[in-house]
């Protein structure tokens, strides 16, 4: 069995509090946030702020706790040229009044700055008892798998781990290594729908970030990759929705269209 979350980027603007609500109401378990604002044009000007408001994050507690809904993951932890992950100190520790059990990486660096600090952020996370999945990508730094597990055997952390997005899964490596990779390593999985190939590195970029599909109505051979998932392991729906949003389609809408997709294709493996 796998645990259904929603991911913040799904519903991205939407007020935390409200977010959670929906989520549990669409039959989530788990549910992911945001350390910071992110690029996305349909979000408010001044986005709340779970570091910098502690009325924020109690109030987001306090949801959490009523609704029977966990943080399964914290995005937005970049490793960037001229920053230090050790500025992430104060935020793990701010992050722990939420319960959260993990965070995600990405890296925008130089591979070797990316692997030295990855290994300090894996530190730092295992000393919180919180796990670090990163991200493979094709327009980051660690654009594929292969690049992944070398950056796994140079880091040497076991607190490092792997997140599987499957529109990067898909268009990237993934099943060709995915018989490489110790299903252990494997830590969350992040689930939307689209064409198999992208027209362009600027049109991937602003689909993964805009426009996904609710699972079932792309290209990607989504039973197949869940299906080589560790048992277990939670499944989250990152499925912004630009053009369902433009026809009209509310917050509940597109969570409802999200986790039932992300159920059906669970049922099919």
């Given at each position: 069995?796998?645990?259904?979350g929603?991911?913040?980027?799904?519903?991205?603007?939407?007020?935390?509090?409200?977010?959670?609500?929906?989520a549990?109401?669409?039959?989530?378990?788990q549910?992911?946030?945001?350390?910071g604002?992110?690029?996305?044009?349909?979000?408010?000007?001044?986005?709340?702020?779970?570091?910098?408001?502690?009325?924020l994050?109690?109030?987001i507690?306090?949801?959490?706790d009523?609704?029977?809904?966990?943080?399964?993951?914290?995005e937005?932890?970049?490793?960037?040229?001229?920053?230090?992950?050790?500025?992430?100190?104060?935020?793990?520790?701010?992050?722990?009044?939420?319960g959260?059990?993990?965070?995600?990486?990405?890296s925008?660096?130089?591979?070797?700055?990316?692997?030295?600090e990855?290994?300090?952020?894996a530190?730092?996370?295992?000393?919180?008892?919180?796990?670090?999945?990163?991200e493979?990508?094709?327009?980051?730094?660690?654009?594929?798998?292969?690049?992944?597990l070398?950056?796994?055997?140079?880091?040497?952390?076991?607190n490092?781990?792997?997140?599987?997005?499957?529109?990067h899964?898909?268009?990237?490596?993934?099943?060709a290594?995915i018989?490489?990779?110790?299903?252990?390593?494997?830590?969350?999985?992040?689930?939307?729908?689209?064409?198999?190939?992208?027209?362009?590195?600027?049109?991937?970029?602003?689909?993964?970030?805009?426009?996904?599909?609710?699972?079932?109505?792309?290209?990607?051979?989504?039973?197949?990759?869940?299906?080589?998932?560790?048992?277990?392991?939670?499944?989250?729906?990152?499925?912004?929705?630009?053009?369902?949003?433009?026809?009209?389609?509310?917050?509940?809408?597109?969570?409802?269209?999200?986790?039932e997709?992300?159920?059906?294709?669970?049922?099919?493996v």
């Amino acid at each position: 069995m796998h645990p259904i979350g929603l991911e913040y980027l799904t519903l991205y603007g939407t007020h935390p509090v409200d977010y959670i609500r929906i989520a549990a109401e669409a039959g989530c378990s788990q549910v992911s946030l945001f350390t910071g604002p992110v690029a996305v044009p349909e979000s408010p000007a001044h986005p709340p702020s779970i570091l910098d408001d502690p009325g924020l994050r109690r109030d987001i507690r306090a949801a959490l706790d009523g609704h029977g809904i966990s943080v399964s993951l914290v995005e937005g932890f970049l490793v960037s040229p001229g920053h230090s992950v050790a500025a992430y100190d104060r935020t793990l520790d701010l992050l722990a009044e939420l319960g959260a059990s993990r965070i995600n990486a990405i890296s925008f660096d130089a591979l070797d700055r990316t692997v030295d600090e990855l290994g300090t952020l894996a530190e730092m996370t295992a000393a919180r008892g919180v796990t670090l999945t990163m991200e493979p990508c094709p327009l980051f730094t660690i654009d594929s798998f292969a690049c992944a597990l070398d950056i796994v055997r140079d880091v040497a952390n076991p607190n490092l781990k792997l997140l599987v997005d499957t529109l990067h899964f898909c268009r990237s490596d993934g099943f060709a290594m995915i018989d490489r990779i110790d299903p252990a390593l494997i830590d969350y999985v992040q689930i939307c729908d689209g064409p198999l190939v992208a027209s362009s590195p600027e049109a991937y970029l602003d689909e993964a970030l805009y426009d996904r599909l609710p699972p079932g109505e792309g290209e990607l051979p989504l039973a197949k990759v869940l299906g080589r998932m560790p048992d277990g392991v939670t499944v989250s729906a990152e499925t912004p929705m630009r053009r369902r949003r433009h026809a009209g389609f509310n917050d509940a809408q597109i969570a409802g269209l999200a986790v039932e997709g992300t159920r059906k294709v669970l049922e099919a493996v």
